[in-house]
Each structure stands twice: as structure tokens, then as C-alpha cells.
């Protein structure tokens, strides 16, 4: 399986370009979609899902053009919308067997294993008789990804997966989709969360306001800042200049001043040493310092509070 994106552009009813131009080819395997809020990812899933058509250009899935091939692509995916929600009074298990027959999955008995494997695939076999909006944030999560896996398909999608979930519960939601990963398999996963992707994809694209920003392994864009990473003592009136100009990733308070880590080709005026990146300097390094767009991300990143989970 390999999805093509050819030139994809999503210009909303009110004029909001919200994918430019987008070019993207997809292997099997786990793949990262990254962008912090508005960059365009559920625009680009809900595509792919066919939930939502494009302006101009074209996804290929092998050979099935989105555009021609609806009924034959339906039947590749699982999807995991952001604001995946229950049917009012569905016990967990009706909830997968209800999800199994939309899937395809026939005969009563076939899908009560098949229903009964997945459950305690994902953990969920203890309460599979409690009702499913009952359930904690971390089991609906595991339940949502249950019904997006349980027919086998081809392209799974997962929008924002990890929002909201502790990290015993995020790294349990990983767990479930590296078990899935099949050579065949096409896996994206959409998130805003840096740490999400650094642990589990081989590949990854960027997005930002609709644009591809960078595409490659989380290693090919962390050598890339390699020497851009600077850490620097300042003091309290050098901390409010270097804050204007440069991102700053972490500060700590030292001995008459601040230890800081930025991001900057070069520093100027201020004595410090590089030091060797990781994925979320890279992050910053390509959203924030690259594209020159510090003040829109900082608004991004006060919104939500959980960049760097
Ligand atoms: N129906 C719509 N009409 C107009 N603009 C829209 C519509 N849906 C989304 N947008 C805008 O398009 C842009 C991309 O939105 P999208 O939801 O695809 O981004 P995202 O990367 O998934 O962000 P988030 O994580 O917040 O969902 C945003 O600026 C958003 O406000």
C-alpha cells in the first residue's frame, strides 16, 4: 500500500486556504503527521477519509484515484476521528460488534471472537459489559482505536489520539497501534504532540498553515539543527532582549540569572555553547525559528498548553 498526495489544495467556504498545494507520498509503516493547531491536519485526514472533498489535486491509494474509487478506498481504512464519540447506551462489546459489522466482519459468531480477540487486544475485556460512554477517557480512546482496527484495514487513521490521555494511558495507545503495524500497513498518525512522534514513526511531514514544511525521518530533522541549539547563562535584563528574539525551549534558574536553551543559527551578542539537539528543538527549530513565525506559534502553544508532552 502506498498513498500518493498530488498537489492537494482545501480552500474553505469562507476563502480559508487550509492545504496549499500539499505533495506527499506515504509508505507503509507509521507515519507522523505534525503541525501545531490550524496547520491543516484534520483537513488533510478527513480527505483521505473521504469524509470531505478537495478544491483541486488528487490522492492515489495504489492505484485507486479518491476522486473515482470511493467504495474501493472506504473499504481500506479505519479511522479515529478527534471527537470521536458513543451512541447513546452501548455496552462496550455491542459497540465493537456494531463497529465489526460496518467493517464487513459477517456472521454472528465469526464477530463475537473477532470482538473478544480485539478486547483484550486493547484491555478493554474486563469491562466489555459496562456501557461504553461509561468508560474513562483512556478506555473510550482504546475503544475508539479498537473499532478503527477491528476489520483489518489497510490505512489506519488516527486524528490527535493522545490528547488528553496521562502518560501511562498514551504510551498503552502507542503499544496498541506498533502491534498493528503490519509490513502492508499504513498507519498516520496526526498530532501536535512532538514526543508522540519522536517514539513511534519512521517518517514524518510538517505541516504549517497548510504547507508542507519538512518531510523525512525525526533523525533527518534533528541533524539538520545540529549547531543551531545554543545554551547560554544570562542574566534578568539580558533574558527580556534574548526573549525577543530568539525561541527559548527551557530556562532554569542559576547563580544571579537564568541557564537558557534557544534555538538561533548564531546568537548575537551572547557568549554560549550548542548543544546537541533533539526532536523538539528540531520542532521549534523548523516551525518557530525557520519560518520565522515566533509570535503565532507562542499563541498556539499558550492555548493549548501541551506541546512538549
Ligand atoms: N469548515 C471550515 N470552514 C472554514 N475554515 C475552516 C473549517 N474547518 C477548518 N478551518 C480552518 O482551516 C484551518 C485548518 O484547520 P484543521 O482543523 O485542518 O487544522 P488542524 O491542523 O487539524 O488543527 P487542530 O489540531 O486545531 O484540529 C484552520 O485555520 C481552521 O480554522
Known amino acids: 500500500m502506498r498513498i500518493k498526495i498530488e498537489n492537494l489544495s482545501k480552500i474553505y467556504a469562507d476563502g480559508h486556504k487550509a492545504l496549499n498545494g500539499l505533495n506527499l507520498e506515504i509508505e507503509p509503516g507509521m507515519f507522523g503527521l505534525l503541525g501545531p493547531n490550524g496547520a491543516g491536519k484534520t483537513t488533510l485526514m478527513r480527505i483521505l477519509t473521504l469524509l470531505q472533498s478537495s478544491t483541486s489535486g488528487t490522492v492515489y491509494f495504489d492505484d485507486y484515484d479518491i476522486a473515482r474509487d470511493r467504495k474501493a478506498i472506504r473499504s481500506l481504512l479505519g479511522y479515529l476521528p478527534q ?7 452501548l455496552k462496550t462489546w455491542e459497540f465493537l460488534d456494531y463497529g465489526a459489522g460496518l ?36 478506555m473510550k480512546r482504546r475503544l475508539g482505536i479498537a473499532q478503527a482496527i477491528i476489520g483489518s484495514p489497510k490505512v489506519i487513521i488516527v486524528d490527535e489520539p493522545t490528547t488528553g490521555l496521562d502518560p501511562e494511558e498514551r504510551i498503552r495507545f502507542r503499544n496498541i497501534l506498533s502491534d498493528v503495524s503490519d509490513k502492508d500497513v499504513i498507519i498516520i498518525l496526526s498530532t501536535h504532540i512532538v514526543g508522540d512522534i519522536s ?36 542574566t534578568d535584563s539580558e533574558f527580556k532582549e534574548i526573549k525577543e528574539k530568539y525561541p527559548i525551549i527551557s530556562t532554569i534558574p542559576s547563580d544571579g540569572g537564568w541557564d537558557i536553551q534557544i534555538v538561533a ?23 518557530d525559528y525557520l519560518l520565522q513565525d515566533k509570535m503565532n506559534m507562542y499563541a498556539d502553544r499558550e492555548e493549548d498548553g501541551e506541546l512538549f508532552k
Open 199 to 234: 517514539s513511534t514513526c519512521k517518517k514524518l511531514a510538517l505541516l504549517n498553515k497548510g504547507e508542507l514544511r519538512f518531510e523525512g525521518s525525526p533523525d533527518e530533522m534533528i541533524r539538520m539543527t545540529e549547531g543551531k541549539v545554543w545554551e547560554i547563562f544570562v
Open 103 to 138: 467493517a464487513g466482519i459477517q456472521g454472528k459468531r465469526k464477530r463475537a471472537e473477532i470482538v473478544d480477540e480485539m478486547l483484550r487486544k486493547v484491555g478493554l475485556y474486563e469491562v466489555r459489559d459496562r456501557w461504553a460512554n461509561k468508560l474513562s477517557g483512556g
Open 265 to 287: 543559527e548564531h546568537p548575537e551578542g551572547f557568549e554560549g555553547k550548542t548543544i546537541p539537539p533533539n526532536i523538539e528543538h528540531a520542532y521549534v527549530y523548523f516551525m
Open 83 to 89: 471527537d470521536f464519540r458513543f451512541f447513546e447506551k
